[in-house]
Structure formats: structure tokens, C-alpha cells
């Protein structure tokens, strides 16, 4: 605004020029806003498509896992998807065990694997139905699993544990191979006991940082340390991601898509539930031309009605609204809108596609339009998407056990005998006198098929000749999901791993007895 001098008064030529400047000011002003907002959006949509192009920080992912893990404990449709994804994968249960089952060249591997599977503290990590439920729900809260391998040297003794995602700092790749990992970085919190004063004893904590070699990685020249910071080879460790895009480093968490969508279910039921108990709040409305009559009527209406008290956290439904002429009460009309639980079906479904599930499982209810006809439907790919999944574990635990039968020859006092060679940066285990090693991991058909029909199934192959019986044997147990499979399998094979037929022993066995009696 101009000076104007003290005690004069402008002329209308002077305002209307003031004016005119003051509008092609305020116009600049608006341009050039209009073009901070331009910029603005042109950069937020620059940010939006380079987080989808690049991986997630290390520092981000961890707030990404804090959120799933919160969600995963707080929210019910989460924590149902998950346990329903753990429940499809190892519900069933798994077998592991080696194919040279007997004593081939003195040599027993699924010995071996039977010992490292039935450790007990194995089952703690890996094994028992508990921890691989734990493993499946990491993958869901984490995008990935980490698994470190205590070796004894001396014995080929093979301890696993699970590592917290929140400890692993860092990986370290192959300069030339970027899907070749060498070492991962650890930091992590221990407590430390140590002598005191006169003889005590105390309590310290400390953080510790240490390189742990990729499961595998074993190279003819390992330092000691790297940077100053020791490296545990006796401790490698197996990185398990999932939802990794080509050339990320980190997995996605199982249920990052679905948070929203969760969120978003969840607030439009708290809606629902609070407009319902608003418009329970009043059941009646009494009005009168006077004031006095309304009071009259109030106290009368009082004294009619039962006067108990509500529960804990109940609502007082069902009141009455006094109002005196000319005051109204209603309710907002909904003429025309759907105000129910239901309509907020489409956010429970996108919730569902997020975690691969069908919303009829994941809400326990096949609604009004879907019944039983379309959950079944939508099965298929459910099944299709968790076999997927088995079958990423199925690789792990091949990896873990061949990793324990390869510490079983290497080992000074190991049970197992063989050559090792290295080749590279990995070394070959090769057991003596040929014997097999491969390790074979079983899952029960997730399709749920008539265990009758099974096993006139498996009776028509066995009915050929051309399947042996302990493949027979083997199979039946499965098909009725009998446990420890491969103790009953041991109690029917010889030394050499040659399978003994029951009936023919039985009828031995009634030979001799009738020789005896003769």
C-alpha cells in the first residue's frame, strides 16, 4: 500500500490504480502458485514411480515390518490370513528323509537326517509344528527368514536358529554375481556375564558385530575378520526371502498389500457399528404444543419405563427424544443407500487377494451370493499359490539337511564317510562307495482327495509289479496320514535297506512253526 499523506484524502484515480496494481499482484501471486503446485504434484509423482523402480531402504523395510508385526497381533483379519496360510502350508505336517535308507557300504544317511530332524534342539528352530508355524508367520511380518547352522566341527552336529530380521544389517555379494551372496552382517544385543568384586559375578550388556558366511559359501582362503569384525564359518547362514523382486536384496512382507485394505475394512465396520448405535439411541419422540405438557409427559414416561442401569460399556438404546413445539428430531433419510456390514465386502476382499486367500475363508463366511459353489471355486489357485510355497520350504529343508549330512562326512568324528573337493568357492561332498545323498522332502496333497480312493489307487499300481513295495508301503502310509513314516518303514527293511515283506515273514514264520510241531 502507497503513503499516503498524513490528513489527505486520495482521489478516485489514485484507488483505482492502487486497485488495478493490487489485482495484476494478486494474479502473479496465483500464477506463481499455481506453478508451486505443479512442481509439487510433478515431484510427488516422480517420488511415487522411483519407490516402485527401487527397493525398499533397509531403514524402511523395518518400519514396514514393524507395522505388519503390530497388524499381525492387533488386527483380525491379518492374523487370520495368516494363520490360514500357515495353516494350508504345514497343517498337513512334512516328511524329510534320504533315499539311502540302510546300511549301503556302512553307511546310513537317512540316519543321519532322521538324527538332525529329530534333535530337540532343532525342533525348537525348524521341525516341531510350533516353529514352523513361527517361520511362516515371519514370512508374513518380515518378507524373510534367516537361518543360522551351529556346527559342531568335531562331531558334524548341526544346530539351527532362527535370526530376527532386525539383526542382519547388511548382505554381501559376489562383486560379479549379484545373486551370489558371500556374507551377511549381524548386530546384535548380548549380556555378558563376568567376574565382579570379591568374587561376585555381574551382568553387562554389550552389541556385538559379526559376519556370518552364506550357507554354501565356503572358499579355499577365508580371513578371519573382515574390516575388523570376526567371522563365525562355523555358523553360516540360509537367507529366505519372499515377494523379491528381480535384483532387490530384502523380501516383501506376505501381508503389505493387504494392510490398507485392512485398515480400511476395519474403520468401515467402526462406522457401521457407531451409526447403528446412534440410531438406537432413540426409539421414541414425544412432543406437545406447551412446554409444561412435554414435562408432564416426560415425567410421566419416567416413571413407566424400567430404570435399569446399563452394563459396563452398554448404550442407553432405545430412549426418548422430548421436544417442545417447533423442534424436530430425525434421523439422516438413507432412501436409496445400502447401510449394512455388508457393502464393505469389496475392502475384505482386496484384504484377501493380498494374502492369496479367497474373502469366504478369510471372513468365515460365504455370504449371501457366493455360498458354498463359489468358495469352492476359488480354491484352485489357493491351493495353486500354497503348493508354490511348500515348495519353497521343500528347497530350504533339502538345503538344511544336505548341509547336515555333508558336516557328517566332514567332521573328524562324523558318522558318515567320504571325499571332499573343492570346486571354487563351494566344497563337493561325494560319500564313499557311491552311496546317494539326496534328500527327498513329502508333502500330503492339499486337493484333501478320498483316502479311500487312494488307496484304490495306489493298491491298482502296486497291482502292476512295477512299483517296488517299499515304495508301496510308503505311499499307503502317507495316503493315511500315519506319522513317523520313515520308523515304520525302518521296522520293514533289513540292513541292506532291502524291503522285507510282513506276509512273507508271517508265512516263515508259520513254516517253521509247523516243522517245529511236526
Known amino acids: 500500500m502507497p503513503d499516503w499523506p498524513q490528513g489527505s484524502v486520495p482521489d478516485t484515480v489514485d484507488l483505482l490504480t492502487e486497485v488495478a496494481a493490487?489485482?495484476?499482484?494478486n494474479s502473479l501471486l496465483r500464477e506463481r502458485l499455481a506453478d508451486l503446485e505443479l512442481a509439487a504434484e510433478d515431484v510427488g509423482w516422480e517420488r511415487a514411480s522411483t519407490k516402485l523402480l527401487e527397493e525398499f531402504s533397509r531403514q524402511g523395510l523395518q518400519r514396514v515390518t514393524r507395522n505388519c508385526r503390530v497388524m499381525a497381533v492387533a488386527s483380525p483379519l491379518i492374523k487370520r490370513g495368516i494363520q490360514l496360510r500357515a495353516g494350508y502350508i504345514w497343517g498337513q505336517g512334512v516328511t524329510v528323509q534320504a533315499r539311502a535308507a540302510g546300511e549301503d557300504a556302512g553307511q546310513d544317511?537317512?540316519?543321519?537326517v532322521q538324527a538332525w530332524w529329530d534333535d530337540e534342539s532343532n525342533q525348537k528352530a525348524l521341525t516341531s509344528s510350533q516353529a514352523q508355524e513361527e517361520l511362516e508367520r515371519a514370512l508374513g511380518t518380515d518378507g524373510q527368514v534367516f537361518i543360522a547352522c551351529f556346527t559342531n566341527q568335531l562331531t558334524g552336529r548341526v544346530q539351527v536358529r532362527s535370526t530376527p530380521f532386525e539383526e542382519i544389517l547388511d548382505v554381501v555379494n559376489n562383486p560379479d554375481d549379484r545373486d551370489d551372496p558371500w556374507f551377511y552382517l549381524r548386530e546384535y544385543n548380548a549380556t555378558v556375564v563376568e567376574r565382579g568384586y570379591s568374587g561376585l559375578t555381574r551382568l553387562r550388556p554389550e552389541t556385538r558385530r559379526v559376519f556370518h558366511p552364506a550357507l554354501g559359501f565356503w572358499p579355499a582362503t577365508r580371513p578371519k575378520s573382515i574390516d575388523g569384525i570376526p567371522v563365525q564359518w562355523d555358523v553360516p547362514i540360509l537367507h529366505v526371502p519372499v515377494n523379491r523382486l528381480d535384483g532387490w536384496k530384502w523380501g516383501v512382507p506376505d501381508v503389505y498389500a493387504s494392510l490398507p485394505w485392512a485398515r480400511a475394512y476395519e474403520g468401515f465396520l467402526t462406522d457401521w457399528a457407531r451409526l447403528c448405535k446412534a440410531l438406537s439411541k432413540f426409539a421414541w419422540k414425544l412432543t406437545g404444543d406447551r412446554a409444561p405438557k412435554v414435562r408432564s409427559a416426560v415425567a410421566?414416561?419416567?416413571?413407566?419405563?424400567?430404570?435399569?442401569v446399563p452394563p459396563i460399556g452398554g448404550s442407553?438404546?432405545?430412549g426418548v427424544a422430548a421436544m417442545g413445539p417447533g423442534a424436530n428430531l430425525e434421523a439422516i433419510p438413507k432412501t436409496g443407500a445400502t447401510i449394512d456390514s455388508d457393502s464393505g465386502r469389496p475392502l475384505a476382499a482386496l484384504a484377501a487377494a493380498g494374502l492369496g486367500l479367497p474373502v469366504t475363508t478369510l471372513l468365515s463366511d460365504p455370504g449371501t451370493t457366493g455360498a458354498r459353489a463359489v468358495?469352492?471355486?476359488?480354491e484352485q489357485p489357493t491351493i495353486l499359490e500354497m503348493g508354490m510355497r511348500r515348495e519353497l520350504w521343500g528347497a530350504v529343508l533339502q538345503q538344511l539337511a544336505a548341509y547336515a549330512v555333508d558336516q557328517a562326512v566332514k567332521a573328524p568324528q562324523g558318522p558318515l564317510r567320504g571325499v571332499v573337493q573343492?570346486?571354487?568357492?563351494?566344497q563337493v561332498v561325494t560319500l564313499a562307495g557311491d552311496v546317494e545323498k539326496t534328500v527327498v522332502v513329502e508333502w500330503p496333497d492339499l486337493n484333501e482327495l478320498d483316502p479311500l480312493k487312494m488307496i484304490e489307487a495306489i493298491v491298482a499300481a502296486d497291482s502292476t509289479g512295477v512299483v517296488p513295495g517299499l515304495e508301496t508301503l510308503r505311499l499307503l502310509l502317507t495316503a493315511l496320514r500315519v506319522k513317523d513314516v520313515d520308523e515304520v518303514l525302518k521296522a520293514v527293511t533289513d540292513e541292506q535297506g532291502n524291503f522285507v515283506d510282513p506276509r512273507i515273514e508271517a508265512a516263515a514264520a508259520a513254516i517253521a512253526r509247523q516243522r517245529e510241531a511236526a
Not at 109 to 112: D, F, L, R, Y
Not at 375 to 378: D, N, S, V, Y
Not at 422 to 426: I, K, L, S
Open 22 to 25: 493490487l489485482n495484476s499482484d
Open 109 to 112: 544317511v537317512n540316519a543321519v
Open 300 to 308: 410421566r414416561m419416567q416413571s413407566a419405563l424400567p430404570a435399569d
Open 316 to 318: 442407553d438404546a432405545g
Open 375 to 378: 468358495a469352492e471355486t476359488l
Open 422 to 426: 573343492q570346486v571354487g568357492n563351494r
